[in-house]
């Protein structure tokens, strides 16, 4: 596997935070992310979609935070957005966390494939081989 692949990054920072580890290739961070993803799915499910905009915007605000708090723990949560509840800066940090985590992805996707690739020629390379009366 001599193919040179960019790095995703590793850590997330938002609004001038500090920077908190975060690898999708690690298995215990995949199923954090994971179970944050079923949490805010199903409370989504749940979330009011009428009433006052303010009381919209704190409930989408907190299933944001709550996901932030599952994935990275409640310190980001508290660096990231201190204790506002604004509706731009929660789905701006939400998206470029989930775009570095598509790029972590992309990344152990390419991995895993170079693995069969690499192991799938070898069994060709042997198949070859035998087939031309070489070692069996």
């Given at each position: 596997?001599?193919?040179?692949?960019?790095?995703?990054?590793?850590?997330?920072?938002?609004?001038?935070?500090?920077?908190?580890?975060?690898?999708?290739?690690?298995?215990?961070?995949?199923?954090?992310?994971?179970?944050?993803?079923?949490?805010?799915?199903?409370?989504?499910?749940?979330?009011?979609?009428?009433?006052?905009?303010?009381?919209?915007?704190?409930?989408?605000?907190?299933?944001?935070?709550?996901?932030?708090?599952?994935?990275?723990?409640?310190?980001?949560?508290?660096?990231?957005?201190?204790?506002?509840?604004n509706l731009i800066?929660?789905?701006?940090?939400?998206?470029?966390?989930?775009?570095?985590?598509?790029?972590?992805?992309?990344?152990?996707?390419?991995?895993?494939?170079?693995?069969?690739?690499?192991?799938?020629?070898?069994?060709?390379?042997?198949?070859?081989?035998?087939?031309?009366?070489?070692?069996?």
């Amino acid at each position: 596997m001599s193919q040179e692949i960019k790095k995703a990054p590793l850590t997330f920072a938002y609004n001038g935070s500090p920077e908190y580890h975060f690898d999708i290739r690690d298995a215990d961070d995949a199923e954090k992310f994971e179970n944050a993803n079923e949490q805010l799915q199903a409370a989504e499910k749940l979330q009011a979609k009428d009433g006052k905009l303010s009381n919209l915007t704190r409930s989408t605000c907190k299933l944001i935070k709550d996901f932030f708090a599952a994935c990275l723990g409640t310190e980001a949560v508290e660096a990231f957005f201190g204790d506002k509840d604004n509706l731009i800066h929660c789905n701006e940090a939400y998206v470029a966390f989930l775009n570095m985590v598509a790029q972590q992805r992309d990344e152990a996707m390419r991995l895993q494939m170079g693995l069969k690739t690499s192991q799938g020629n070898r069994a060709q390379r042997r198949r070859g081989k035998r087939k031309r009366g070489g070692k069996k």
